[in-house]
C-alpha cells in the first residue's frame, strides 16, 4: 500500500507557472505508474498526465506543451511543473498511484490549483 500526499497548490495568476509535488509513502514507488488528475467546480475528474514505473510519459491535449510530468524515485516524489496557466486550469490537482492494471488504486487528498485571469 502507499500513502500520497499532494503539495504546491496556490492562487496565481494567469501565464503563472507551479510546480505540484506528490509525496509517497514505501518502499515501492518506483514499480508504480502514476498519474495527476483535476477536478474543477462542478465537473468530473479528469486526467492531466502519467507517468510508468519506466519512465513513458502521457499527457492529455490541453496540457501539452505547457505541462510535464516527472518522477524522483530515490525521492519518492513525481511532480507536475505547469507553465503558462490558464483560468481554465483552476481545480484541485489530485495524484495517484497504479500497480499498471490500468486502475489507480491510491489517491491523495487533493491540492487546489487557483489561476486568476
Known amino acids: 500500500q502507499v500513502q500520497l500526499v499532494e503539495s504546491g497548490g496556490g492562487l496565481v495568476q494567469a501565464g503563472d507557472s507551479l510546480r505540484l509535488s506528490c509525496a509517497a509513502s514505501g518502499r515501492t514507488f518506483s514499480m508504480y505508474d502514476m498519474g495527476w488528475f483535476r477536478q474543477a467546480p462542478r465537473k468530473e475528474r479528469e486526467l492531466v498526465a502519467t507517468?510508468?514505473?519506466?519512465?513513458?510519459?502521457y499527457y492529455v491535449d490541453s496540457a501539452k506543451g505547457r505541462f510535464t510530468i516527472s518522477r524522483d524515485n530515490a525521492k519518492n516524489t513525481v511532480y507536475l511543473q505547469m507553465n503558462s496557466l490558464k483560468p481554465e486550469d483552476t481545480a484541485v490537482y489530485y495524484c495517484?498511484?497504479?500497480?499498471?492494471?490500468?486502475?489507480?488504486?491510491?489517491w491523495g487528498q487533493g491540492t487546489q490549483v487557483t489561476v486568476s485571469s
Open positions: 507517468i510508468s514505473s519506466g519512465g513513458n510519459t
Open positions: 495517484a498511484a497504479s500497480t499498471g492494471n490500468g486502475a489507480y488504486e491510491y
